[in-house]
Protein backbone atom coordinates (compact mmCIF):
# COMPACT_ATOMS: atom_id res chain seq x y z
CA UNK A 1 0.00 0.00 0.00
CA UNK A 2 1.23 3.29 -1.08
CA UNK A 3 1.46 6.21 1.67
CA UNK A 4 2.63 9.67 1.18
CA UNK A 5 2.45 11.46 4.81
CA UNK A 6 3.00 15.42 4.41
CA UNK A 7 4.07 16.97 7.82
CA UNK A 8 5.39 20.72 8.56
CA UNK A 9 2.51 22.98 7.91
CA UNK A 10 1.44 25.61 10.12
CA UNK A 11 1.13 28.95 10.90
CA UNK A 12 3.87 31.48 10.15
CA UNK A 13 4.35 35.36 10.38
CA UNK A 14 4.80 36.84 6.67
CA UNK A 15 8.83 36.64 5.77
CA UNK A 16 8.92 33.37 7.68
CA UNK A 17 10.01 30.04 7.10
CA UNK A 18 8.62 26.51 7.11
CA UNK A 19 10.33 23.03 6.05
CA UNK A 20 7.71 20.14 4.92
CA UNK A 21 8.32 17.10 4.55
CA UNK A 22 7.07 14.26 2.76
CA UNK A 23 7.65 10.94 4.08
CA UNK A 24 6.58 7.88 1.40
CA UNK A 25 6.30 4.42 2.11
CA UNK A 26 5.35 1.14 -0.55
CA UNK A 27 7.27 2.49 -3.61
CA UNK A 28 10.84 1.75 -4.44
CA UNK A 29 11.67 5.67 -3.57
CA UNK A 30 14.87 6.22 -5.27
CA UNK A 31 12.61 5.09 -8.43
CA UNK A 32 10.12 7.94 -8.36
CA UNK A 33 10.14 11.81 -9.14
CA UNK A 34 8.92 13.45 -6.27
CA UNK A 35 6.90 16.56 -6.54
CA UNK A 36 5.22 19.58 -4.01
CA UNK A 37 1.85 20.92 -5.50
CA UNK A 38 -0.13 23.70 -3.58
CA UNK A 39 -4.50 24.62 -3.99
CA UNK A 40 -5.74 28.10 -2.38
CA UNK A 41 -9.27 27.77 -1.65
CA UNK A 42 -11.44 28.83 -4.55
CA UNK A 43 -8.05 27.48 -6.78
CA UNK A 44 -6.85 25.43 -9.16
CA UNK A 45 -3.65 22.53 -7.97
CA UNK A 46 -1.12 24.44 -8.99
CA UNK A 47 2.62 22.82 -8.87
CA UNK A 48 5.02 24.48 -6.90
CA UNK A 49 8.46 22.13 -7.58
CA UNK A 50 9.50 18.85 -8.53
CA UNK A 51 12.73 16.39 -8.36
CA UNK A 52 13.53 13.45 -10.25
CA UNK A 53 14.94 10.80 -9.63
CA UNK A 54 18.24 11.20 -10.72
CA UNK A 55 18.18 14.73 -8.72
CA UNK A 56 17.01 17.77 -11.31
CA UNK A 57 14.82 20.06 -9.78
CA UNK A 58 12.51 22.20 -10.93
CA UNK A 59 11.05 25.02 -9.32
CA UNK A 60 8.09 27.36 -10.24
CA UNK A 61 8.63 30.92 -11.32
CA UNK A 62 6.44 32.38 -8.23
CA UNK A 63 8.35 30.65 -5.61
CA UNK A 64 12.20 30.83 -7.56
CA UNK A 65 14.58 31.71 -5.24
CA UNK A 66 12.98 31.47 -1.87
CA UNK A 67 11.84 27.42 -2.15
CA UNK A 68 14.30 24.77 -2.39
CA UNK A 69 12.81 21.03 -2.75
CA UNK A 70 15.45 17.61 -1.82
CA UNK A 71 14.96 14.54 -1.33
CA UNK A 72 16.82 11.90 0.90
CA UNK A 73 16.41 8.69 -0.90
CA UNK A 74 17.82 7.05 2.34
CA UNK A 75 14.63 8.15 4.23
CA UNK A 76 12.38 7.75 1.29
CA UNK A 77 11.81 11.81 2.22
CA UNK A 78 11.22 14.73 0.05
CA UNK A 79 11.18 18.06 1.35
CA UNK A 80 10.19 21.92 0.53
CA UNK A 81 12.09 24.77 2.44
CA UNK A 82 10.03 27.65 2.11
CA UNK A 83 11.67 30.73 2.88
CA UNK A 84 10.38 34.07 2.64
CA UNK A 85 6.78 33.28 2.78
CA UNK A 86 3.99 35.82 1.87
CA UNK A 87 0.07 35.86 2.16
CA UNK A 88 -0.02 34.35 -1.44
CA UNK A 89 1.33 31.04 -0.40
CA UNK A 90 -1.11 30.29 2.10
CA UNK A 91 -2.54 26.80 0.73
CA UNK A 92 -2.72 23.22 1.35
CA UNK A 93 0.63 21.42 0.16
CA UNK A 94 0.29 18.22 -1.65
CA UNK A 95 3.38 15.93 -2.10
CA UNK A 96 3.38 13.62 -5.33
CA UNK A 97 5.34 11.01 -6.58
CA UNK A 98 5.18 9.26 -9.96
CA UNK A 99 7.21 6.83 -11.50
CA UNK A 100 9.47 8.01 -14.46
CA UNK A 101 7.14 6.77 -17.59
CA UNK A 102 3.72 5.98 -15.64
CA UNK A 103 0.60 8.02 -16.01
CA UNK A 104 -0.51 7.15 -12.28
CA UNK A 105 0.72 9.72 -9.14
CA UNK A 106 0.13 9.02 -6.37
CA UNK A 107 -0.52 12.03 -3.18
CA UNK A 108 -0.23 12.55 -0.11
CA UNK A 109 -3.43 14.02 2.14
CA UNK A 110 -2.47 17.37 2.10
CA UNK A 111 -0.87 20.22 5.03
CA UNK A 112 -2.17 23.73 5.67
CA UNK A 113 0.15 26.26 5.21
CA UNK A 114 -1.27 29.45 6.31
CA UNK A 115 0.82 33.03 5.94
CA UNK A 116 -0.42 35.63 8.32
CA UNK A 117 0.14 39.21 7.18
Known amino acids: QVQLVESGGGLVQAGGSLRLSCAAS????????MGWYRQAPGKQRDLVATITSGGDSNHADSVKGRFTISRDNEKKTVYLQMNSLNAEDTAVYYC???????????WGQGTQVTVSS
Open 96 to 106: SAILSGSKYTY
Open 26 to 33: GITFSFYD
